[in-house]
């Protein structure tokens, strides 16, 4: 077996034990699409696979505080955003055409700039890269 093949299948099994105590219920309500990614140095990468379709996906890691929110737009470039809200430090969720903080009502565009406060910092954002299989989410100074 491939060591990336052999990593993956780990860091996957890991994440299954994890999520065995939620109920499928929970998890197929909520409608966000959680992928595996796999931390290789600075950066996560996604396999494009597992992302399929889907505009967007969710991303959690233990070294982010919060998940990253993956998106893919119209012209196949990805951004990829934390969603830790820049004002007082909830969650943004997806909402539309744009991310929404549901504790104080902090809106954003998909690539984190702020739409409405009363946040007045985008998003931190990261950068960006793909080739044919993956996406590299850029993880700087993590």
Do not use: K, W
Not at 2 to 29: D, N, Q, T
Not at 94 to 108: E, T, W
Request: aromatic share 6%.
């Amino acid at each position: 077996m491939e060591r990336r093949a052999f990593l993956r299948s780990i860091e996957c099994a890991a994440i299954g034990a994890l999520c065995g105590g939620i109920p499928a219920s929970v998890l197929s309500c909520s409608g966000l699409r959680y992928v595996p990614a796999l931390r290789e140095g600075n950066r996560l990468t996604v396999l494009r696979a597992d992302i399929g379709s889907a505009p967007f996906v969710l991303l959690q890691h233990p070294i982010i505080p919060r998940s990253i929110y993956l998106h893919r737009h119209a012209d196949g470039a990805y951004s990829a955003v934390l969603t830790l809200c820049s004002h007082q430090g909830c969650e943004v969720e997806p909402a539309g055409d744009r991310l929404a903080c549901p504790c104080h009502g902090s809106q954003y565009q998909l690539t984190g700039e702020v739409i409405r406060g009363p946040a007045e910092r985008p998003l931190r954002r990261y950068d960006v890269t793909i080739d044919p299989e993956h996406v590299y989410i850029h993880l700087s100074d993590v």
